[in-house]
């Protein structure tokens, strides 16, 4: 088990390194002048040259990509993201003034959609092919079709325009994360809830659970203690797996409510082309990303006893 | 070919799939015929129309320049369908290819790509897709590019996968038997066994491409005004969301149907074509 | 003498439209003290018949005929009433123990939580007594917290013994217990469930395609082909005198007779033959075969679904 993680933990660094050098690169032979367009950031439109070259040579951007990155990587490893390019501030303390935000939003959606998805998707494989079951999954797929955006606007126009019940921006207090909850949550609850179905009826189909049921124990036990730790097994990979899906669409969801965490610092940043800022916002995304799902992987490898448990 | 065709009629009875098909079909004919139908100028403004309710004349109301929103929707297929089949159409072969190769060779190349495959998926695709496009700049050929970078992984394990088994199956006889041909073989029976997984996931993954190009647009990073896409409608119809609501819906129920007649195509073609591309894209090793 | 009859059953899946006649007017009996081999080819109905007994068929089935045990038809009765008799009166080992052990649960408490539900037993009892059944299917029971995939193909063979005698039910039915094991693990697992049965004067339904594993192990041998039985007999009777021309087939087939295998397939179960469902392959076949279903015909404590036997003993 602990060779497993071991390993696990060198894959997340490797991959790390490689979404840093790739998005330095992607950064870099963007068009465009990136010196000029700090430039025209901080100063406005009416530039010398020599003002230019100024920013270039402050910025360490005359030299060779690779120095660049090298310098780059040498200050990340002592945990210098640098500073951005355009407020001078520091930019690990930017992204971690807006992290609390984006975490507070991430986890109350996690369980909205918990809570949506998993007794829906396995009453659904229970009573599968009844008329709950056919209702649940066409919901569920009216859900993941509906661009979580979209939902965001409705909401905003029905609850917030229409009947004045919640207000459309802002951070605050509950009120402020019910929208913004129920927009992330209800899209992963769509997808987590078909997904919990599927894996529901693979195991009700298993041979262990006919197994049980010859030995006369009761529908009620065979559920919960037969079936369920077994379909879970996947499902808990899945969430991990959505942890992206959570990061991805926070970054919608904030921009629309003007929730001010990462996903919006993401956004903004990358639209006033402070390369600093970006590059530190990516690397942390990744890094978050990355470990979330190492711990995932770790609960999954702790929960199913073929994995926790060699063969003798 | 007698398989394809009992498939078919499978496929026909599963009525979601069928309704699926049927949108899609109706889609098309809109892009296509777009020009003829659209009763007005997409990108024609008309500043002394601007935000009509729908009526008579403007089926769909009038947006903040006055254009008409009903003729924008109309043109806004096309963009997104574009989108859609072109990302789709290259990264799923691109992806084939490589899981194909990666399976086969295993080795280095195998543990080359699969990194490569690491990386792209080490970030939630919208983000990855956000940056990509974000720094190369609006327009359609940077779009088509973000998305295709973040979308091609999922094909490349899925076929991986399947010709890691396949290899197991047949590579042994086949090499026995034919020797110098076992390349040959090989694809000819990898093939046919990815070419339905494939399909599952490419019509799925067109769904998955509407709405993330959508969402780009939506957050000013993909196609940009005035080009008639529903994502950059959507953006566009925020400030007048008590005003004019009609800015919103209509763009926005458009990329709802779309992408719901593709999810509902995609999964009845995976519950008649394959059950296993499922596991695949829950596999995670 | 007879602890369980079955009576005309008759098992129809509903496939797609067409109907499969998986098991077709089955008559058998088990009786006290005996172990009885039901053997046939893989797809015969053998395996479902089990599953019939114990109530395990799926949704979309037809289920007809009566199945009488201690009084009671037990296609008639609730659920409820057969939650009590499975595993406590009448036990079933499925087949393949690598499937149907939980993999997420351990040996253990696959063991004891039989022991909880049907008997009201505390944990310390029912680890207690689930530990000394372990012993006595020859594992140790230090291994109790295990989990099925620690163990090896024949020590869960074992384990799936141990379930299925936990409660010391009348009736086990094992249904192809030795599949997968090497022979000398097979004749171990074979000894150890002869020895425990004969022991507890239980009886037990052999579902075997293994005629070797039959003749170890049965006193009386039933014959399955196409959901019908076409030969019951007492198990040197029918080895040493094979009386249907299938059962003489399967014989010929063994390597020790010369492996000479059936000529044909075996039909589909949606569409049999008309008359006898054998008489394509039987080399006695003839008009009258394939135009009248023959019944089953006594000859003293052999039964024997064969016209060519017509003329010796009256109709069962």
């Known amino acids: 088990m602990l060779k497993y993680v071991l390993k696990r933990l060198l894959l997340v660094f490797v991959v790390v390194l490689g979404v840093t050098v790739v998005t330095f690169s992607a950064m870099h032979f963007a068009p465009g002048d990136p010196a000029e367009m700090i430039a025209v950031a901080r100063y406005g439109e009416d530039l010398t040259q020599g003002e230019i070259e100024w920013v270039r040579a402050t910025e360490g951007l005359d030299a060779p990509v690779y120095i660049q990155y090298l310098r780059w990587l040498e200050h990340v490893l002592h945990l210098d993201l640098g500073k951005s390019q355009i407020t001078h501030e520091d930019v690990l303390e930017e992204i971690l003034t807006r992290f609390p935000a984006t975490l507070v939003l991430a986890i109350s959606s996690l369980i909205l959609s918990l809570l949506i998805a998993l007794p829906t998707g396995i009453i659904s494989a229970i009573r599968k092919n009844t008329i709950v079951d056919n209702a649940c999954m066409t919901g569920a797929l009216l859900g993941v079709s509906m661009p979580n955006f979209w939902l965001g606007l409705l909401l905003i126009w029905l609850f917030s325009l229409s009947l004045g019940l919640l207000p459309s921006f802002g951070y605050g207090g509950i009120k402020h994360l019910i929208l913004p909850t129920i927009t992330l949550g209800t899209s992963m609850a769509a997808i987590t809830t078909r997904l919990t179905r599927s894996s529901m009826l693979d195991v009700l189909n298993q041979d262990y659970i006919v197994m049980a049921k010859a030995k006369g124990l009761d529908a009620r036990t065979i559920l919960l203690k037969h079936a369920l730790k077994n379909a879970m097994l996947p499902v808990i990979t899945f969430v991990g797996l959505q942890l992206g899906f959570l990061l991805g669409g926070a970054v919608i969801v904030e921009t629309i409510f003007a929730w001010p965490g990462i996903g919006k610092l993401l956004v903004d940043s990358i639209y006033a082309r402070d390369f600093a800022l970006v590059q530190g916002c990516v690397l942390f995304i990744a890094v978050i990303f990355a470990l979330s799902n190492l711990a995932v992987d770790i609960i999954y490898a702790y929960l199913d006893p073929r994995i926790r448990y060699e063969k003798k | 070919m007698n398989e394809r065709w009992i498939a078919l009629k499978e496929l026909g009875e599963n009525r979601m799939s069928a309704v699926g098909a049927v949108i899609i079909v109706f889609l098309v004919f809109v892009a296509f015929f777009a020009p003829y139908l659209a009763p007005h100028d997409p990108l024609k403004q008309n500043l002394g129309k601007r935000l009509l309710a729908p009526n008579g004349e403007y089926p769909f109301g009038t947006d903040e320049l006055g254009r008409c929103i009903f003729s924008r929707v109309l043109y806004g297929t096309r963009i997104s369908l574009e989108i859609g089949v072109v990302v789709v159409v290259i990264t799923a072969l691109v992806g084939t290819i490589l899981g194909g190769v990666s399976g086969y060779c295993g080795g280095i190349v195998d543990e080359i790509i699969m990194r490569a495959v690491d990386i792209v998926l080490a970030f939630p695709s919208i983000i990855l897709a956000l940056v990509i496009a974000g720094l190369l700049g609006p327009g359609l050929f940077n779009v088509i590019l973000a998305l295709a970078v973040t979308h091609w992984p999922a094909y490349t394990r899925l076929v991986r996968g399947l010709t890691l088994s396949v290899k197991e199956k047949e590579f042994v006889e086949a090499a026995r038997a034919l020797r110098a041909s076992s390349f040959y073989i090989l694809r000819r029976h990898i093939l046919p066994n990815c070419i339905n997984p494939v399909i599952v996931l490419a019509t799925l993954g067109i769904a998955h491409t509407i709405i993330s190009a959508a969402a780009l647009s939506f957050l000013g990073l993909g196609i940009q005004p005035p080009t008639p896409e529903w994502g950059s409608m959507l953006k566009a119809g925020i400030p007048y969301l008590r005003s004019a609501p009609f800015l919103t819906f209509f763009p926005g129920i458009m990329i709802m149907i779309t992408v719901l007649a593709f999810n509902f195509l995609g999964d009845g073609l995976r519950d008649t074509l394959d059950p296993r591309a499922k596991e695949m894209l829950m596999m995670r090793k | ?316």
């Open chain 3, 1 to 316: 003498m007879s602890l369980l009859r079955i009576e005309g059953l008759r098992v129809y899946f509903n496939a797609r439209g067409r109907i499969i006649k998986a098991n077709n007017g089955v008559d058998l009996d088990i009786r006290e003290n005996e172990i009885l081999g039901l053997i046939g080819e893989t797809g015969c109905g053998k395996s479902i018949l089990g599953r019939a007994i114990m109530g395990l068929l799926s949704e979309n089935v037809e289920v007809g005929g009566r199945i009488i045990y201690k009084g009671e038809n037990l296609l008639d009765l609730s659920e409820d009433r057969m939650r009590q008799i499975r595993g406590r009166e009448i036990a079933m080992m499925l087949q393949n123990p690598s499937t149907s052990l939980n993999p997420v649960l351990t040996v253990g408490e696959q063991i004891a939580e039989v022991y909880r539900y049907h008997n009201g037993a505390t944990r310390e009892e029912a680890k207690r007594k689930a530990s000394n059944m372990l012993e006595l299917v020859g594992v140790d029971s230090k291994r109790m917290c295990e989990y099925p995939h620690q163990f090896s193909g024949g020590m869960k063979q074992r384990v799936m013994i141990a379930i299925g005698l936990a409660l010391n039910p009348r009736i086990l039915i094992a249904d192809e217990p030795t599949t997968g094991l090497d022979s000398s693990m097979k004749n171990q697992v074979l000894d150890l469930m002869s020895e425990l049965i004969r022991s507890r004067d239980m009886s037990m339904l052999l579902i075997t395609h293994d005629l070797e594993v039959a003749r170890r192990m049965c006193d009386r041998i039933a014959v399955m082909y196409a959901g019908e039985l076409v030969e019951i007999a007492p198990a040197e009777k029918i080895l040493s005198e094979p009386k249907h021309p299938y059962t003489q087939g399967l014989l010929d087939s063994l390597p020790r007779m010369g492996l000479k295998p059936i000529p044909g397939a075996s039909p589909s179960l949606a569409s049999p033959p008309k008359g006898c469902r054998f008489h394509p392959r039987c080399k006695y076949g003839s008009d009258e075969c394939s135009e009248k279903h023959p019944d089953m015909i006594r000859l003293g404590d052999s039964y024997v679904r064969c016209i060519l036997y017509k003329n010796e003993k009256s109709k069962a």
